[in-house]
């Protein structure tokens, strides 16, 4: 029987006792009803909320994860670990981002996300030649999207420039090359793809590798109503440049040039003034905050505060996949702040004061809009994505519902996702996924693969 009875569950106005959640055979919810009896043969949880949406991923990166954590002779910093990162992308094969893609979607899954927004920029084979199939490694993300059972919203990406001044692509970058034709060819190859668990969107790599009449072709050219991301403003450096080249500052010349509406994701957007701030405030476009990346790279922090004040609509991703748990990230988010701001409990509204509630909340509003799928919430007519957390662990015992979050995200480092359902799927159970085994296998093949020719990770 497709249903689950919840003694607790957070539904979008809050939480709720004696909920019978029912969806069909296309993973859709047909039923939440609250104060519901409970029906005989109907399986029983204690705790249920809904599955995280992660906005920001690039899957291949999962496998580099720990292996650049050693100082060069210079500083570090984004650029230097970007270098890193260009050569071991180079040797990458398609069986092989199908591999590392499967295990980061099983750890996602595991951890609390039930949606990924895949920014897809390994396009080329390593020699910079087109596959056969245009498509070939965005449909490879796809089939582990499927084996795996998470939801994906895949965002092939516009790149054409190595910085500002339409600067040639460097060697190391061959295999991201791509014009507006090119990424509406791939776009169109995904259609027969796109369903109740993925959506196909675009994404300019940024201000630096597309320009701005590229990216005005790409909007016209994008099907209506589709997600579109970019990176923006994660470095300094990138606004020296921009102010060096346009005399403005990324986001706002993305504003004057294109203009930007709630169909937009700006990935990163750390170094904003306060103008910039307001514009994306009142554009109803998503910040796209990776708490976990920027800290590991070293990109700085997002003005959070300021932005909820103006009714900013902001979601999390995991990026680089430093790490694959959604509590981490928003734990990272909250404190980051708090260390800026020096008090505690930043992260609220009037109308919400629980922290814990209005991160998960809010983020799951911002990362189903930046999806561009119906995710985000337990409520009829959308996909049947939901958590449900290990009522016998310590610290739920006996909690109170409107701390169930605040445990969940501030309290120790156990995973406390028991149960995950995506797309009316059952994916892990008892704290495993259902294909565990099987994907870990060929992902530790893959790695073997990688590392006879590559010099990161020897």
């Given at each position: 029987?497709?249903?689950l009875?919840?003694?607790?569950?957070?539904?979008?106005?809050?939480?709720?006792?004696?909920v019978?959640?029912?969806?069909?055979?296309?993973?859709?919810l047909t039923?939440?009803?609250?104060?519901?009896?409970?029906?005989?043969?109907?399986a029983?949880?204690?705790?249920?909320?809904?599955?995280?949406?992660?906005?920001?991923?690039?899957?291949?990166?999962?496998?580099?994860?720990?292996?650049?954590?050693?100082?060069?002779?210079?500083?570090?910093?984004?650029?230097?670990?970007r270098?890193?990162?260009?050569?071991?992308?180079a040797?990458?094969?398609?069986?092989?981002?199908?591999?590392?893609?499967?295990?980061?979607?099983?750890?996602?899954?595991?951890?609390?996300?039930?949606?990924?927004?895949?920014?897809?920029?390994?396009?080329?084979?390593p020699?910079?030649e087109?596959?056969?199939?245009?498509?070939?490694?965005a449909?490879?993300?796809?089939?582990?999207?499927?084996?795996?059972?998470?939801?994906?919203?895949?965002?092939?990406?516009?790149?054409?420039?190595?910085?500002?001044?339409?600067?040639?692509?460097?060697?190391?970058?061959r295999?991201?090359?791509?014009?507006?034709?090119d990424?509406?060819?791939?776009?169109?190859?995904?259609?027969?793809?796109r369903?109740?668990?993925?959506?196909?969107?675009?994404a300019?790599?940024?201000?630096?590798?597309?320009?701005?009449p590229?990216i005005?072709?790409?909007?016209s050219?994008?099907?209506?109503?589709?997600p579109l991301?970019?990176?923006?403003?994660?470095?300094?450096?990138?606004?020296?440049?921009?102010?060096?080249?346009?005399?403005?500052?990324?986001?706002?010349?993305?504003?004057?040039?294109?203009?930007?509406?709630?169909r937009w994701?700006?990935?990163?957007?750390t170094?904003?003034?306060?103008?910039?701030?307001?514009?994306?405030?009142?554009?109803?476009?998503?910040?796209?905050?990776?708490?976990?990346?920027?800290?590991?790279?070293?990109?700085g922090?997002?003005?959070?505060?300021?932005?909820?004040?103006?009714?900013?609509?902001?979601?999390i991703?995991?990026?680089?996949?430093?790490?694959?748990?959604?509590v981490?990230?928003?734990?990272?988010?909250?404190?980051?702040?708090?260390?800026?701001?020096?008090?505690r409990n930043?992260?609220?509204?009037?109308?919400?004061?629980?922290?814990g509630?209005?991160?998960?909340?809010?983020?799951?509003?911002?990362?189903?809009?930046?999806a561009g799928?119906?995710?985000g919430?337990?409520?009829?007519?959308?996909?049947?994505?939901?958590?449900?957390?290990?009522?016998e662990?310590?610290?739920?015992?006996?909690?109170r519902?409107?701390?169930?979050?605040?445990?969940?995200?501030?309290?120790g480092?156990?995973?406390?996702?028991?149960?995950v359902?995506?797309?009316?799927?059952?994916?892990?159970?008892?704290?495993?996924?259902?294909?565990?085994?099987?994907?870990?296998?060929?992902?530790?093949?893959a790695l073997?693969?990688?590392r006879?020719?590559?010099?990161?990770g020897?």
């Open positions: 029987m497709r249903a009875f919840a003694r607790h569950a957070l539904l979008p106005d809050g939480w709720r006792r004696d019978l959640l029912e969806w069909d055979a296309q993973g859709e039923r939440v009803d609250a104060r519901a009896a409970a029906p005989l043969g109907v029983r949880a204690d705790y249920v909320v809904p599955g995280m949406v992660n906005l920001h991923s690039h899957a291949f990166q999962r496998a580099l994860g720990g292996l650049t954590e050693r100082a060069g002779e210079g500083p570090d910093s984004f650029w230097t670990w270098d890193l990162m260009y050569r071991f992308a040797r990458i094969t398609p069986e092989q981002i199908e591999a590392i893609a499967a295990q980061l979607f099983v750890e996602c899954l595991r951890h609390g996300y039930t949606s990924v927004c895949e920014f897809h920029y390994l396009q080329r084979a020699g910079g087109r596959y056969a199939r245009p498509a070939e490694t449909e490879r993300v796809a089939a582990a999207g499927h084996a795996t059972g998470m939801g994906l919203t895949l965002l092939p990406v516009l790149y054409s420039h190595a910085g500002f001044g339409e600067q040639p692509l460097r060697p190391e970058q295999r991201f090359r791509t014009g507006v034709d990424i509406l060819g791939i776009v169109e190859a995904l259609q027969p793809l369903g109740g668990q993925l959506e196909v969107g675009a300019p790599h940024s201000l630096r590798a597309a320009t701005i590229q005005r072709e790409l909007v050219g994008l099907p209506a109503g589709r991301h970019i990176h923006i403003a994660e470095q300094m450096p990138e606004v020296e440049q921009s102010l060096a080249y346009s005399g403005r500052r990324p986001v706002e010349y993305l504003v004057e040039q294109i203009g930007i509406d709630a994701c700006l990935v990163h957007a170094h904003l003034d306060d103008e910039e701030v307001a514009a994306i405030a009142r554009s109803g476009a998503v910040a796209g905050l990776c708490p976990t990346t920027e800290a590991n790279l070293g990109d922090l997002f003005p959070l505060q300021r932005f909820i004040e103006l009714g900013g609509r902001f979601g991703g995991s990026d680089s996949h430093v790490s694959q748990s959604p981490e990230e928003l734990r990272w988010l909250e404190y980051g702040q708090r260390l800026v701001h020096q008090r930043i992260a609220f509204t009037r109308q919400q004061r629980d922290v509630q209005y991160l998960w909340q809010t983020s799951l509003r911002g990362g189903a809009q930046a799928r119906k995710i919430a337990l409520a009829q007519g959308l996909r049947a994505d939901l958590l449900v957390l290990d009522g662990h310590p610290n739920l015992d006996g909690v519902d409107e701390d169930v979050l605040g445990r969940f995200l501030f309290c480092n156990d995973n406390l996702v028991r149960d359902l995506c797309g009316g799927r059952w994916v892990v159970q008892g704290g495993r996924h259902v294909a565990q085994d099987a994907i870990a296998q060929r992902y530790r093949q073997g693969e990688l006879e020719h590559s010099e990161v020897q």
